[in-house]
């Protein structure tokens, strides 16, 4: 919590910056909804999320703390406001920790009077102090890119599929049923096993999955969480085994309806799972008031097992035109903390037991990477030098960050940045090993 203080400059004549308290809720959704909602997104969605925010938050999340906003002392009224969701994610197995701005908005007419600029350096302070090591947010181009953020990752293309004129019938012995608070064990042991995978995604674990389980039905972002079962051949009714999870959009948009996380115990056969989910989202949508839906988007990244079993009925992918902008206000930090994925790429490389440093110039500062023995033992930030010896890699601090988060390859950098170099044979190796491409996941907390 901060207590009010006056917004300085010109812009600020009459306004207070604070955190947000619980009188504020009912206001503060009624803005919400006023601000950001659109002829795709209902208002009313948008309210029963900030509402949610309040009254059944994400794990780590307090209103309190974690929600600011601008208040007109002239006429009491709330102007501006946006808050910060905690998150964890994996990366490639090791968790991170990440914060996630949302519902960033302000009224028209208090609009460019650096508003939402007082209001990030809060939540940025807020940041630092829960010890969040980056920070990311999906949005309108160019407009973050103001407060120290960049687009460094893509949401990937994926593709539509579609049933046609009949509906898809499911194999035999399969069925889903909406998630209860009872299935919030097995959830989250299938979230931290896909976790495992050399991805980069939000990790939620028993907390997580408990609000997500129990979240308002209306929230904008609630998504529909479903439990697979499958029936062995004869049994009788109730003998159900749960297999799987499943989570897809709550509405139909565009005809179509988002099918964001399929996944299985071990040791399951994909082809038939898949089918039945399908066929399941399928009549979901085809009789959703905001359909009918003629088709499902897999957000899955390419090379998940459900998109494997999915080789036919698919139009071509669909590419967004949105990212996510990143922030990583500590490079070193964030290596050391994402260490072990780095020694375990190099441990099945050709720089296996790889000694010293590797130089990475990115202008504004330069980062030695320090080895021994295969294991990365240091990370520090040096000033940049005019020294005329290149570094093993040079490029600006945007892109680094696609190298970083795996959303491109060291190639493709060197391809987009003109001013990207390869310094040494060191660099280009290692470069390519401790960061190749990374698939990304879809399923957000916001």
């Given at each position: 919590?901060?207590?009010?203080?006056p917004?300085?400059g010109?812009g600020?004549?009459?306004?207070?910056?604070?955190?947000a308290?619980?009188g504020?809720?009912?206001?503060l959704?009624?803005?919400n909804?006023?601000?950001h909602?659109?002829?795709?997104?209902p208002?009313?969605?948008?309210?029963?999320?900030?509402?949610?925010?309040f009254?059944?938050?994400?794990p780590?999340?307090?209103?309190?703390?974690d929600?600011?906003v601008?208040?007109?002392?002239?006429?009491g009224?709330?102007?501006?406001?946006?808050?910060?969701?905690?998150?964890?994610?994996?990366?490639?197995g090791?968790?991170?920790?990440?914060?996630?701005?949302?519902?960033?908005?302000?009224?028209p007419?208090?609009r460019r009077?650096?508003?939402?600029?007082?209001?990030f350096?809060?939540?940025?302070?807020?940041?630092a102090?829960l010890?969040?090591?980056?920070?990311?947010?999906?949005?309108?181009?160019?407009?973050y890119?103001?407060?120290?953020?960049s687009y460094?990752?893509?949401?990937?293309?994926?593709?539509?599929?579609r049933?046609g004129?009949?509906r898809p019938?499911p194999?035999?012995g399969?069925?889903l049923?909406p998630?209860?608070?009872?299935d919030?064990?097995?959830?989250?042991?299938?979230?931290?096993?896909?976790?495992?995978r050399?991805?980069l995604?939000?990790?939620r674990g028993?907390g997580?999955?408990?609000?997500e389980?129990?979240?308002?039905?209306?929230a904008?972002?609630?998504?529909?969480?479903l439990?697979l079962?499958q029936?062995?051949p004869?049994?009788?009714?109730?003998?159900?085994e749960p297999i799987?999870?499943?989570?897809?959009?709550?509405r139909v948009?565009q005809?179509?309806?988002n099918?964001?996380i399929?996944?299985?115990?071990?040791?399951?056969?994909?082809l038939?799972?898949t089918?039945?989910?399908?066929?399941?989202?399928?009549?979901?949508?085809?009789?959703?008031?905001?359909?009918?839906a003629?088709?499902i988007t897999l957000?899955?990244?390419?090379?998940h097992?459900a998109?494997?079993c999915v080789?036919?009925?698919?139009?071509?992918p669909i590419?967004?035109?949105?990212?996510?902008?990143?922030?990583?206000?500590d490079?070193?930090?964030?290596?050391r903390?994402?260490?072990?994925?780095?020694?375990?790429r190099?441990?099945?490389s050709?720089?296996?037991?790889?000694?010293g440093?590797?130089?990475?110039?990115?202008?504004?500062?330069?980062?030695?990477?320090?080895?021994?023995?295969?294991?990365?033992?240091?990370?520090?930030?040096?000033?940049?030098?005019?020294?005329?010896?290149?570094?093993d890699?040079?490029m600006?601090?945007?892109?680094?960050l696609?190298?970083?988060?795996?959303n491109r390859?060291?190639p493709e950098?060197?391809?987009g940045?003109a001013?990207c170099?390869v310094?040494s044979?060191?660099?280009?190796?290692?470069?390519?090993?401790?960061?190749p491409r990374m698939p990304?996941?879809?399923?957000t907390?916001?």
């Amino acid at each position: 919590m901060i207590d009010p203080r006056p917004l300085p400059g010109p812009g600020g004549a009459g306004l207070i910056l604070r955190t947000a308290q619980p009188g504020d809720a009912a206001e503060l959704a009624e803005f919400n909804a006023s601000v950001h909602a659109d002829d795709s997104i209902p208002g009313d969605a948008i309210a029963e999320w900030t509402l949610e925010l309040f009254e059944i938050p994400p794990p780590g999340f307090r209103a309190e703390d974690d929600i600011v906003v601008v208040e007109d002392t002239a006429s009491g009224q709330l102007v501006s406001s946006l808050c910060l969701i905690p998150q964890t994610w994996s990366y490639a197995g090791v968790p991170t920790s990440v914060g996630q701005p949302e519902l960033v908005g302000t009224h028209p007419d208090y609009r460019r009077r650096g508003l939402v600029r007082a209001q990030f350096e809060v939540i940025h302070a807020r940041s630092a102090q829960l010890r969040q090591q980056w920070q990311i947010i999906g949005g309108i181009p160019w407009y973050y890119r103001q407060f120290g953020y960049s687009y460094a990752l893509d949401l990937p293309p994926s593709p539509v599929w579609r049933w046609g004129k009949a509906r898809p019938e499911p194999p035999a012995g399969f069925s889903l049923r909406p998630a209860v608070e009872a299935d919030i064990p097995f959830l989250a042991r299938l979230d931290e096993a896909a976790a495992a995978r050399p991805w980069l995604c939000c990790l939620r674990g028993v907390g997580g999955m408990t609000y997500e389980v129990t979240r308002r039905p209306g929230a904008l972002p609630t998504g529909r969480i479903l439990v697979l079962e499958q029936s062995p051949p004869g049994a009788p009714d109730g003998a159900a085994e749960p297999i799987g999870c499943v989570v897809h959009s709550s509405r139909v948009r565009q005809g179509r309806v988002n099918l964001w996380i399929v996944e299985l115990v071990a040791g399951r056969s994909w082809l038939e799972p898949t089918a039945a989910v399908l066929a399941h989202v399928a009549t979901w949508g085809a009789d959703h008031p905001d359909g009918p839906a003629t088709g499902i988007t897999l957000l899955m990244p390419d090379g998940h097992p459900a998109r494997r079993c999915v080789s036919t009925h698919l139009e071509r992918p669909i590419s967004s035109p949105f990212g996510l902008y990143v922030r990583v206000p500590d490079l070193p930090e964030f290596l050391r903390t994402v260490a072990p994925t780095l020694d375990a790429r190099v441990e099945a490389s050709p720089a296996i037991g790889v000694c010293g440093n590797l130089t990475i110039d990115l202008f504004t500062e330069r980062l030695e990477v320090r080895f021994d023995a295969g294991r990365l033992v240091g990370v520090e930030r040096v000033p940049p030098t005019d020294d005329e010896v290149p570094s093993d890699l040079q490029m600006p601090h945007e892109a680094f960050l696609h190298l970083l988060l795996g959303n491109r390859s060291l190639p493709e950098v060197a391809d987009g940045y003109a001013d990207c170099a390869v310094g040494s044979d060191r660099g280009g190796l290692l470069g390519e090993v401790l960061f190749p491409r990374m698939p990304l996941t879809a399923w957000t907390v916001g």
